[in-house]
């Protein structure tokens, strides 16, 4: 397919405010969607614990539209490369067909005059032997610092229906304050892209951490063997 081209314009200003260091020990491995902490495999990751409740149907589901140029898998691979380049600070690249998702998201109200905290940026929790990774850490042109999770789907009734990534975004912040406690989040957000549609839905930290904890609380008991 045809591929396009975005010139990163100067809205988003792609230098470190806060000196967030990667987390030494930390490697993943997307090949096998695996976490590698100090020598030692993580058992789990954020996205395993929070699949892991749902219905077999609805995993069935889920899965029957991931592969094929026009799946989820292949939709969020080229939209999600094209913001992390464009809070990059870096030439945005994708296929054509993706262009309609791309452009209005890199047009986000959210990232206007932003500067770039992180991207990207993996995660773990040894003692729960879990890790993660969020899409973007940001300092809005407010001042508000935004932790982020970006979200794909296939047409506009979704992108405004779709729930935000409470949990998910609860784990990430859990793992972000365990590892740098110096940082204050104000904001945790889930961006929605879809067809010639972008959503921000904006959340309290609290009301993310806690649902996490919940749900890691049920994957225990009813999930583990311990």
Known sequence: GLLCRRSVTHNVRARQVINIKKI???S???EWHRYRYKAEWLARSVTGV???KLAPEALANIMRYKDGPDG????GEQVHGALESYLRGEQVEFAERWSDWVDPLIECELFKDAQVIATEYRLCDA???IGGSFDFLLKTSTGEIVLGDLKTVGSKSRARSRE???EQLGAYL???IDHHPYLHVDKCVTVVSGPKECRVIRQNPDECVEPWLDSWDRYQFELEDW
């Open 164 to 166: 935000p990534a409470t």
């Open 127 to 129: 003692r729960k032997s």
């Open 28 to 30: 993943f491995f997307p």
């Open 72 to 75: 989820w898998a292949a939709r």
């Open 24 to 26: 030494t020990g930390l």
């Open 50 to 52: 929070l699949g892991a």
């Open 174 to 176: 859990a793992m972000l």
